[in-house]
């Protein structure tokens, strides 16, 4: 029996708990769920997308918080602190509100194996029956179908986007990779799709089950002014809102993404407008095209597939003239790193190519070779991202920019730096 008194002690534990770190099935997790019997008397939002999803449960729960409601969001994965998959009211959960409910769960499971991730998700919601939240916000962790959070019964469901990532597990193509995401949807229940270009796949399983679809562009939209935009959503609308305090322009359709789930849901949990308001711009959610202040200027992004660095490169477009664009870049190597660096290539005047030394991660040279082959000039190996987010920073004058990207792990280790003023 391991001993378990920290909340390291048990993350620890846990990663070595079941045979492989990924074991997509719900029958072990949904066994545990049942033995504690773990039932949610509040409505359930289940989020599910390839990019967007992190920023669409950001501003759900920013908006309920300010209509007054005890929200708990689950999200993955961390940049910082394991705490931060579990929020409470915005606030990531005590170290000993997840060690409560992870002795719980290991009460329950009796020999079952769980994953880290299963323990999270069972943690997480635990956590949240106990505080007595208003609302739960599950943010999909791989897919949907078999992921460890469709073990509960969301009242709406939404797909933010669909595009290729993680192939090897959901499959290599959009109708297969939407027919999973679209495993979260529940008959008669309200599925919304914010992609503009939902997958056959996954309109046919909405329709086969009976579920209350909604499509972007359909049922609902949005139409921008200059500071302002409104949403629609069928003969209703909202108008004179302000643009959402995270950056980007595709935050635009996240932001609509999150007004058609409380359109969905308003019979329950109404939001008014002075709280919709509120929550678009007091929002916060690290590494998602997170511009920090001070110069020089420097953006965290955690995108890591070719769709959210597209994204994530007209972002870059956007912003004031920059004299030398400085990418502290790296990426693990499933992700497709040659996309990305093609989508990338004309935003960056100098590539500070960085190690990371974990499963799956590359080392700087590898990084750097891959760029040289891509004929991208000025490049540059470093051994760790913490040194090369150093050298960027000796190297960058007030009037240039710093952009750290291609990983939650990049972005991670130069937030540790930055904490450490390394």
Same mark, same amino acid.
């Given at each position: 029996?391991?001993?378990?008194?920290?909340?390291?002690?048990?993350?620890?534990?846990?990663?070595?708990?079941?045979?492989?770190?990924?074991?997509?099935?719900?029958?072990?997790? &949904?066994r545990?769920?049942?033995?504690?019997?773990?039932?949610?008397?509040?409505?359930?939002?289940?989020?599910?997308?390839?990019?967007?999803?992190?920023?669409?449960?950001?501003?759900?729960?920013?908006?309920?918080? &300010?209509?007054?409601?005890?929200?708990?969001?689950y999200?993955?994965?961390?940049?910082?602190?394991?705490?931060?998959?579990?929020?409470?009211?915005?606030?990531?959960?005590?170290?000993?509100?997840?060690? &409560?409910?992870?002795?719980?769960?290991?009460?329950?499971?009796?020999?079952?194996?769980?994953?880290?991730?299963?323990?999270?998700?069972?943690?997480? #919601?635990?956590?949240?029956?106990?505080?007595?939240?208003?609302?739960?916000?599950l943010?999909?962790?791989?897919?949907?179908?078999?992921?460890?959070?469709?073990?509960?019964?969301?009242?709406?469901?939404?797909?933010v986007s669909?595009?290729?990532?993680?192939?090897?597990?959901?499959?290599?193509?959009?109708?297969?990779i939407?027919?999973?995401?679209?495993?979260?949807?529940?008959?008669?229940?309200?599925?919304?799709?914010?992609?503009?270009?939902?997958?056959?796949?996954?309109?046919?399983?909405?329709?086969? $089950?009976?579920?209350?679809?909604?499509?972007?562009?359909?049922?609902?939209?949005?139409?921008?002014?200059?500071n302002?935009?409104?949403?629609?959503?069928?003969?209703?609308?909202?108008?004179?809102?302000?643009?959402? =305090?995270?950056?980007?322009?595709?935050?635009?359709?996240?932001?609509?993404?999150?007004?058609?789930v409380?359109?969905? $849901?308003?019979?329950?949990?109404?939001?008014?407008?002075?709280?919709?308001?509120?929550?678009?711009?007091? #929002?916060?959610?690290?590494?998602?095209?997170?511009?920090?202040?001070?110069?020089?200027?420097?953006?965290?992004d #955690?995108?890591?597939?070719p769709?959210?660095?597209?994204?994530?490169?007209? &972002?870059?477009?956007?912003?004031?003239?920059?004299?030398?664009r400085?990418?502290?870049?790296?990426?693990?190597?499933?992700?497709?790193? =040659?996309?990305?660096?093609?989508?990338?290539?004309?935003?960056?005047d100098?590539?500070?190519?960085?190690?990371?030394?974990?499963?799956?991660?590359?080392?700087?040279?590898?990084?750097?070779?891959?760029?040289?082959?891509?004929?991208?000039?000025?490049?540059?190996?470093?051994?760790?991202?913490?040194?090369?987010?150093?050298?960027?920073?000796?190297?960058?004058?007030?009037?240039?920019? $710093?952009?750290?990207?291609?990983?939650?792990?990049?972005?991670?280790?130069?937030?540790?730096?930055?904490?450490?003023?390394?």
């Amino acid at each position: 029996m391991t001993i378990k008194k920290t909340l390291d002690d048990w993350l620890r534990w846990q990663e070595s708990l079941h045979l492989s770190a990924i074991d997509m099935g719900l029958e072990r997790v &949904a066994r545990v769920r049942d033995a504690m019997n773990l039932k949610p008397a509040c409505p359930v939002i289940m989020v599910a997308g390839t990019n967007g999803k992190g920023s669409t449960c950001a501003m759900l729960s920013s908006m309920f918080h &300010a209509a007054g409601f005890k929200v708990g969001t689950y999200t993955s994965p961390h940049i910082l602190q394991y705490n931060e998959r579990i929020a409470i009211d915005l606030k990531p959960a005590s170290d000993a509100r997840i060690i &409560a409910s992870f002795e719980a769960i290991d009460a329950a499971r009796g020999d079952t194996t769980l994953t880290y991730f299963e323990f999270g998700t069972l943690a997480a #919601v635990h956590s949240f029956v106990a505080e007595k939240v208003d609302v739960i916000i599950l943010e999909v962790g791989l897919g949907g179908r078999l992921d460890a959070v469709n073990i509960f019964e969301p009242d709406v469901s939404v797909v933010v986007s669909v595009d290729l990532d993680h192939q090897a597990i959901l499959g290599d193509n959009r109708e297969d990779i939407g027919f999973e995401k679209a495993g979260i949807y529940r008959a008669g229940k309200p599925a919304i799709c914010v992609d503009p270009e939902p997958p056959r796949r996954l309109l046919d399983h909405a329709a086969a $089950i009976g579920a209350d679809l909604r499509l972007y562009g359909r049922d609902f939209g949005f139409t921008r002014m200059d500071n302002q935009w409104s949403f629609r959503h069928g003969e209703h609308a909202r108008h004179a809102l302000p643009i959402p =305090a995270l950056r980007g322009g595709y935050q635009m359709v996240n932001a609509c993404g999150a007004l058609a789930v409380l359109e969905a $849901i308003k019979d329950k949990l109404p939001v008014g407008i002075g709280a919709v308001k509120q929550g678009l711009v007091e #929002v916060e959610w690290p590494g998602r095209f997170q511009v920090l202040p001070g110069r020089p200027a420097v953006v965290l992004d #955690v995108g890591h597939n070719p769709h959210a660095v597209k994204a994530m490169a007209a &972002a870059l477009k956007q912003l004031p003239y920059a004299e030398n664009r400085y990418a502290v870049f790296s990426m693990l190597a499933d992700k497709d790193m =040659a996309a990305v660096i093609e989508l990338a290539r004309g935003e960056f005047d100098h590539w500070l190519a960085a190690g990371l030394d974990m499963p799956r991660g590359q080392s700087g040279a590898a990084i750097a070779s891959a760029l040289t082959q891509a004929g991208i000039p000025n490049v540059k190996a470093y051994d760790t991202v913490a040194d090369a987010w150093k050298a960027a920073l000796s190297q960058a004058g007030d009037n240039d920019r $710093i952009v750290v990207f291609g990983s939650f792990h990049t972005v991670a280790e130069v937030e540790a730096a930055r904490r450490h003023r390394v």
